[in-house]
């Protein structure tokens, strides 16, 4: 049976007659015939840029391995002039009023609601996520839009009683300047929104530089916040090959114009723009990599512990920070938890194109995480754990779900962040003893724990070192809540009414002679 596909890119269509029974299949699709939004340009000052080089380079569909299109590939020089750009357009964007800056974030967040199905085409292209979870991340994404639109009104100031009759004590926030921003390919849309429109709704303006696997959904978002009333420098996007990441990365942290960084992505190349920031004593945000202990006690609802660890552990194919890494499992509900883990598993999890109905488990994001991800369980195999499900390559990009219990500490899987959907499955005996297994690691972004002693929670919660703690539940990201890590997993909170302090200074003012 031949079948035709047609697909259009810059700006032209091209019709191909294939032969349906030959195509493998993880390369069988139902990808949109067309995409709008999708610009193979960055975007400057308000234009749709070039690099000056004129080079550019290739994003390509993880479910398929085919290009999608160029970005242009953008160098120290380029990033340095959308900084002067951004500089220059952060003199006028801090007068505006805080009700200017509502109207426009709130403006821009109902066009990305009104484009959803684009936004979440789009992500699902270029990530490879369930084309569901994409719409849903675009709504999450969106929610922080929303929510720093209203929080831009709520930037209150403090006058302190002064111990001296004469004088009085005022405390202002002003907006920082110019941040610089970097975000990972795992949450396109989410990760920008979440941190450029707190720098916005502050009153900062913003160069960013997406992931070079991920650069479209970040180039759509400016077309909406410039239909939406954005002025031209105050959302800048340089986009870059991974060849020019690290050059591109290092003007960001040492231009004396950025004031600001805010980095999301692997704790080794965070350490790095840290130390680069440094050179100018730059505020720094950082969310970095995690090892998430999910502990299980014999007195858990065995069913939501198990949903629990679905929500955590397969979220994004396993490619989330904040994912399960290391499941302990109390003796006494150790069988039964892996049963019904397995049963659920094989239920519920479907692999295939993020395009395809019902698919739940998208590609992982390329070649190299293939391997690691296949790595780690091959590791855990020769040191001794069982492989209930799982365990293969799925062709392509694709990595079957895959469940093994009896792992120990000695494991990859327990040393090092998995990034993949590998529930790896250990068991412990006492209280003592799994919390010091959660808290010897550098890593302390997020912990999960499932009990029904109230006496147990309330311990837990405290003696936990992480950031973020999820108890009796495995989603827990809300616009709402703060996000950030303790130890070596970041500095600063991003969202919730904390996520704005991070984009402003605080002055002090002492008035004389009253």
Same mark, same amino acid.
């Given at each position: ?280 004593? =730059?505020?720094?945000? @950082?969310? *970095? $990599? !995690? ?5 299980? /006690?014999?007195?858990?609802? #065995?069913? +939501? ?77 020769? =040191?001794?754990?069982? @492989?209930? *499900? $799982? !365990? ?5 990009? /694709?990595?079957?779900?895959? #469940?093994? +219990? ?85 500095? !600063? ?10 984009? #402003? ?10």
């Amino acid at each position: 049976m031949a079948i035709c596909m047609t697909f259009r890119a810059a700006g032209s269509k091209v019709h191909l007659l294939i032969n349906k029974s030959s195509i493998p299949w993880y390369i069988k699709m139902a990808a949109p015939t067309s995409v709008r939004f999708l610009h193979e340009k960055a975007y400057v000052n308000g234009k749709w840029a070039d690099a000056a080089s004129g080079k550019t380079f290739d994003v390509v569909n993880p479910s398929n391995g085919k290009k999608i299109g160029v970005v242009p590939d953008m160098d120290a020089a380029d990033t340095q002039n959308a900084i002067q750009f951004a500089q220059t357009a952060f003199e006028s964007w801090k007068e505006t009023t805080a009700k200017e800056r509502s109207v426009i974030l709130r403006k821009w967040s109902e066009l990305c609601i009104e484009n959803k199905d684009e936004l979440a085409k789009i992500l699902t292209l270029e990530n490879g996520k369930p084309l569901a979870e994409a719409t849903g991340e675009v709504m999450y994404g969106t929610s922080f839009m929303e929510w720093f639109a209203e929080e831009a009104r709520r930037v209150y100031g403090d006058i302190i009683p002064s111990p001296a009759k004469t004088k009085k004590i005022l405390v202002l926030k002003q907006p920082i300047g110019v941040a610089g921003m970097i975000t990972p390919w795992n949450f396109p849309n989410a990760m920008i929104t979440r941190k450029a429109c707190a720098a916005i709704a502050a009153g900062c303006t913003v160069v960013l530089k997406p992931a070079e696997d991920t650069p479209y959904s970040a180039l759509a978002l400016c077309e909406l916040a410039e239909k939406a009333g954005l002025p031209p420098g105050v959302l800048n996007i340089v986009t870059c090959s991974r060849a020019n990441a690290g050059v591109v990365g290092k003007m960001l942290c040492e231009n004396p114009m950025v004031k600001k960084i805010s980095f999301t992505g692997s704790t080794v190349v965070g350490k790095i723009l840290l130390q680069q920031s440094a050179s100018t004593v =730059k505020k720094v945000s @950082l969310e *970095l $990599g !995690g090892n998430a202990p999910f502990i299980v /006690f014999d007195s858990a609802d #065995l069913d +939501q512990a198990v949903n629990g660890t679905m929500n955590s552990k397969f979220r994004c194919s396993g490619q989330t920070c904040v994912c399960a890494n290391r499941i302990l499992v109390q003796e006494g509900i150790y069988p039964k938890y892996i049963q019904k883990l397995a049963e659920v598993m094989t239920r519920d999890l479907k692999v295939g194109d993020g395009f395809e109905s019902g698919t739940t488990q998208g590609p992982l994001i390329n070649h190299n995480a293939v391997e690691k991800v296949d790595g780690h369980v091959q590791d855990a195999i020769q =040191k001794g754990a069982k @492989l209930v *499900l $799982g !365990g293969q390559k799925k062709g392509g990009n /694709f990595y079957a779900p895959t #469940l093994l +219990q009896d792992v120990t500490l000695d494991m990859k899987c327990a040393k090092e962040e998995i990034f993949g959907p590998i529930a790896a499955v250990h068991k412990f005996k006492t209280e003592e003893e799994v919390i010091k297994i959660a808290n010897t690691t550098t890593a302390g972004l997020a912990g999960y724990f499932f009990s029904q002693n109230i006496s147990q929670i309330w311990r837990m919660a405290e003696k936990l070192e992480y950031g973020l703690i999820g108890v009796n539940e495995g989603l827990f990201s809300m616009t709402e809540a703060p996000f950030g890590g303790w130890k070596e997993s970041g500095l !600063g909170s991003e969202g919730s009414k904390y996520g704005l302090n991070e984009y #402003l200074e605080i002055k002090y003012v002492c008035l004389g002679g009253m």
